[in-house]
């Protein structure tokens, strides 16, 4: 198992999240919470832009780490409760579960060899802190899916799959749906792309992909 594959599996329980927020929002709805993440970070990142953008989980329940330092990373964690910021000693609570009640939330910053950071709100709290985007249509939904999905070689080719299946003739009738769809999504501020024609998604982009699996399913029928 590698080094990532440790990282990600200690964090399996956040892998159905909402999606993420970024400093600026966290500093616009969250001012407290805010200044611990820029505490958490500020010794060891000297630019803001290389902060982690913070994944927002909802859950009633929070499960600290079971150590503090792991392959060169460690955990600084906030806990708001009762209105209140305040650092909580990792150490004195390795593998207990804290209970989320609506107003409470907890800040789990790891920073080291790899600087993630995670966001865990009771699920009613959750929908305020996303941002809530314009109608997108099926074929946006489904280009949005790829990029989230599949490296850029393959996406064209997987939009079509999903889009007409083995359909070739409707594929040939529509040549340039996928990149037209493209377009779509860069003006509504979900993708960027840039001058050699690489497209990638935006914050806001990544939260719409995660919205996606019911369009996508329908297409492929399941």
Not at 70 to 76: K, P, Y
Not at 138 to 162: C, N, T
Request: charged share 30%; hydrophobic share 30%; with cysteine.
């Amino acid at each position: 198992m590698t080094f990532f594959s440790r990282i990600k599996s200690k964090y399996r329980i956040v892998s159905d999240s909402l999606g993420y927020i970024n400093r600026k929002d966290l500093h616009e709805k969250l001012p407290d919470l805010a200044k611990a993440y820029d505490d958490a970070y500020a010794s060891h990142l000297g630019s803001s832009s290389r902060r982690p953008d913070i994944k927002l989980v909802a859950s009633d329940t929070f499960t600290f780490p079971s150590e503090k330092y792991s392959n060169g990373s460690w955990n600084i964690i906030y806990a708001m409760l009762d209105g209140h910021v305040k650092q909580l000693p990792v150490d004195q609570y390795f593998g207990k579960q804290q209970k989320l009640v609506p107003g409470s939330m907890i800040l789990d910053c790891l920073r080291g060899n790899v600087n993630l950071c995670f966001l865990y709100v009771h699920p009613s709290d959750a929908t305020p802190l996303l941002k809530e985007g314009e109608e997108l249509s099926d074929e946006e939904y489904i280009a949005l899916s790829v990029m989230h999905g599949f490296k850029a070689p393959a996406r064209e080719k997987e939009y079509y799959y999903i889009k007409y299946k083995n359909n070739y003739k409707k594929q040939d009738e529509n040549p340039n749906e996928y990149k037209d769809t493209l377009k779509s999504l860069e003006k509504k501020g979900l993708i960027k792309i840039n001058k050699a024609g690489s497209s990638q998604l935006t914050l806001e982009g990544k939260n719409r992909s995660l919205q996606a699996n019911k369009i996508v399913n329908k297409y492929r029928g399941y």
